[in-house]
């Protein structure tokens, strides 16, 4: 039987080909690569919406908190062996008003629509994946510079810590995209292929770690 593994995301896990409209192939996206890699007794589920956040709604845009969805999405899919979740990018936004800590503890959240979920097969695992850092080159985008202020950067670096320690809270797998990925200088937010390649490959590693 194959193992499931949904993966729970934003326009990177989408595959938002940076400063245009279009996404990468289902290859060339790291969920692609992620499948690639793990073969055929394994499914891996892609969820990428752009624009989500953790648990926030924007307030110009709408419709866009990740833990609204997230309930109907992973019962829709279950039985699950893993959930992927990597969001918080978005949160950066000025418009939140939210600092890493803050981004990383609405993850409590997504624990809870866990903790209350059909009972269809084992409870999966969840592995929380700290998102890439944004590069300073977004600064030289017009609508996300308006979008995500002057720190982005700064505030970004606070990932890795703040997810780490939500992780250790509610029982999670951790992982950092950003020890082998990173946000392209064309836009400051969005992957290239390379960086696709290299964090579906080392989730690949990761993903077995927890499942065999």
Same mark, same amino acid.
């Given at each position: 039987?194959? *193992?499931? &593994? ?10 938002? !080909?940076?400063?245009?409209?279009? +996404? @990468?192939?289902?290859?060339v996206r790291w969920t692609g690569v992620l499948q690639n890699e793990l073969g055929s007794t394994y499914k891996v589920i892609e969820e990428g919406y752009n624009g989500r956040t953790t648990v926030h709604d924007d307030p110009i845009e709408g419709r866009l908190s990740g833990v609204t969805y997230f309930k109907p999405c992973m019962e829709s899919q279950l039985p699950l062996d893993l959930i992927i979740i990597m969001?918080?990018?978005?949160? =950066?936004?000025? +418009? ?10 609405? =993850?409590? +959240? @997504?624990? /809870?629509?866990?903790?209350? $979920? ?8 969840? =592995?929380?994946?700290?998102? &890439?850092?944004? /590069?300073?080159?977004?600064? %030289?985008?017009? &609508? ?25 809270? !509610?029982?999670?797998? @951790?992982?950092? $995209?950003?020890? @082998? $990925?990173? $946000?392209?200088? *064309? %836009? ?19 993903? +077995?770690? !927890?499942?065999?």
């Amino acid at each position: 039987m194959q *193992k499931r &593994i949904l993966c729970y995301g934003d326009s990177n896990t989408w595959g938002a !080909i940076p400063n245009e409209s279009e +996404r @990468y192939p289902d290859d060339v996206r790291w969920t692609g690569v992620l499948q690639n890699e793990l073969g055929s007794t394994y499914k891996v589920i892609e969820e990428g919406y752009n624009g989500r956040t953790t648990v926030h709604d924007d307030p110009i845009e709408g419709r866009l908190s990740g833990v609204t969805y997230f309930k109907p999405c992973m019962e829709s899919q279950l039985p699950l062996d893993l959930i992927i979740i990597m969001l918080g990018t978005n949160d =950066l936004k000025t +418009r939140f008003n939210v600092n890493p800590k803050a981004i990383a503890s609405g =993850l409590y +959240r @997504y624990k /809870d629509v866990l903790n209350n $979920a059909p009972e269809v097969g084992a409870k999966p695992e969840v =592995l929380v994946v700290a998102p &890439i850092l944004m /590069d300073p080159s977004y600064k %030289d985008h017009v &609508i996300f510079h308006d979008m995500f202020g002057e720190d982005a950067v700064e505030r970004s670096l606070g990932f890795a810590e703040a997810y780490k320690e939500v992780a250790d809270a !509610i029982g999670a797998h @951790y992982f950092n $995209a950003a020890d @082998y $990925a990173k $946000a392209s200088v *064309k %836009d400051g937010l969005h992957m290239e292929p390379d960086s696709h390649e290299r964090l579906g490959k080392a989730l690949a590693e990761k993903v +077995r770690e !927890i499942l065999e």
